[in-house]
């Protein structure tokens, strides 16, 4: 396991001099698994794209070491996965064209016959996901749990070290719950794990949580 | 630049397919080109028209014509969601370069095709310098890509999105649109291709000055 280390500094956010959070601050190390909750409206989703990147804090920062070295923000995209409700695949291309674009543009394809190499893994995500027999449609054909499926095997196409999560169990049926579970603890052996809930169960895997209402942090009981 | 080029390529290819397939800009474009053509021979009739009029009329339909849909590239991504998914996946230089060459496509395939209709419709435009003629539109094309480009990516955070394109995109525009009218007008009247040069400094000055702005300010509008 490479050695990870995730630090908020600090981080407060407004919308129109409306404070959404203030003060956050954690430090996570490879094998975390922390947790954000908070009733709506919290700024959960808020923290999170902050997180990954998506959004720039009104003060604060970011700061990811891997291996001893300090990653530049921006390329932390490479770092990163990320899964949430808000996010949208390319409707008018199938679930393998998504994938396959996504893995081209992220610069996985090696040289030197720049030869697609990922779609392996990413027929692999896309069976682990139950969706591969339906690869070939269009996502706009998909029903929202197929979606939800096709975006946990973009964000996993690029074996990130840092995975982010809002709302992952949303649209799910048992079946891809407990495939999203198998997620959390595989990304437990080999990185860093962020969620963005209020399911109980899957709070329940987070060694530290982050209440937003109470604005403090706490030591899993699980 | 390899960073920056590879990823930047597969985006205009994601755009260029998504184009083919759902026809987001293709079809307005088309069907702005068709009206404007025929609104403009209709209006012109029989009247003897100046060719500095006519060139001024060509790249008021191409200008218009753009607007309707080259602020597509943008906007689709922000209507279907799908700008936070890109902004996950690559360098903010590299959508940039990849809209930006979407973009050019587009308006210099869109400017060819008014370029030669208007040829051949409008009797009274007869281009005596094609060399100038052509240059103009190559250059005028890169220019309006350039410049489209970045405003498009500015209006597409915006909630009036139709109506701004334009009203923004005038006063960045109009130095380009002066002096591509002014080349024309030359084209038309047989000047030397040495005295239409100073108008392809312009427009190459104008290109390479709004691109260099637009890697530098990229970011910022697309990531809040």
Redesign the interface.
């Known amino acids: 396991m490479k050695p990870i280390i995730f630090s908020a500094e600090s981080l407060k956010k407004e919308f129109n001099r409306r404070v959404i959070f203030d003060s956050v601050s954690f430090t996570l190390h490879e094998g975390g698994v922390f947790a954000v909750t908070g009733r709506n409206g919290s700024g959960k989703s808020t923290l999170v794209k902050i997180l ?5 804090p009104t003060k604060g920062a970011i700061r990811v070491t891997i291996e001893g070295k300090e990653v530049n923000m ?2 932390l ?1 490479r770092r ?1 996965g ?1 899964i ?1 409700p ?8 199938s679930g393998i064209e998504n994938l396959t ?2 893995g ?4 996985l394809s090696k040289p030197p016959l720049e030869q697609n190499n990922f779609v392996g893994d990413a027929e692999e995500l896309l069976r682990r996901f139950n969706i591969f027999d339906r690869r070939h449609d269009e996502v706009r054909t998909y029903s929202s749990g197929m979606k939800q499926r096709l975006k946990f095997a ?1 964000a996993l196409l690029h074996r990130p070290e840092i995975l982010m999560m809002d709302e992952p169990t949303s649209n799910l049926d048992e079946e891809g719950i407990a495939t999203v579970r198998s997620v959390i603890a595989e990304q437990r052996k080999h990185g860093i794990l962020i969620i963005a809930t209020n399911e109980k169960d899957d709070v329940k895997y987070a060694d530290t949580v982050l209440n937003l209402d109470e604005r403090k942090t706490r030591k899993s009981s699980s | 630049m390899k960073i920056f080029t590879a990823p930047a390529i597969y985006i205009f290819l994601k755009d260029s397919h998504s184009e083919i397939r759902t026809r987001y800009a293709l079809n307005a474009l088309l069907m702005f080109v068709v009206t404007a053509l025929a609104l403009v021979l209709f209006s012109v009739g029989n009247e003897v028209v100046g060719t500095d009029v006519l060139s001024g009329i060509l790249w008021v339909i191409i200008f218009f014509s753009g607007m309707s849909g080259l602020s597509r590239t943008f906007v689709s991504e922000e209507e279907r969601g799908t700008s936070a998914t890109l902004q996950l996946i690559s360098r903010p230089t590299s959508v940039l370069l990849g809209k930006l060459f979407f973009n050019f496509v587009l308006i210099f395939s869109l400017n060819m095709l008014i370029a030669v209709l208007y040829q051949l419709l409008v009797n009274r435009f007869v281009v005596l310098t094609p060399s100038i003629f052509w240059m103009t539109i190559f250059l005028g094309s890169c220019a309006l890509a350039s410049s489209s480009t970045i405003i498009a990516a500015i209006i597409a955070k915006a909630n009036t999105r139709g109506t701004l394109y334009p009203v923004l995109s005038f006063p960045i525009m109009l130095p380009l649109l002066l002096t591509v009218m002014n080349a024309t007008r030359l084209s038309t009247e047989g000047a030397a291709f040495a005295e239409a040069l100073g108008e392809f400094q312009i427009l190459i000055s104008y290109t390479v000055v709004v691109v260099t702005i637009s890697i530098l300010l990229f970011s910022f509008v697309w990531k809040d």
């Open positions: 990954c990147g998506l959004l720039s921006d390329v995209f990163i990320f949430a808000y996010l949208n695949m390319y409707e008018e291309f674009l996504f081209k543009i992220r610069g973009a």
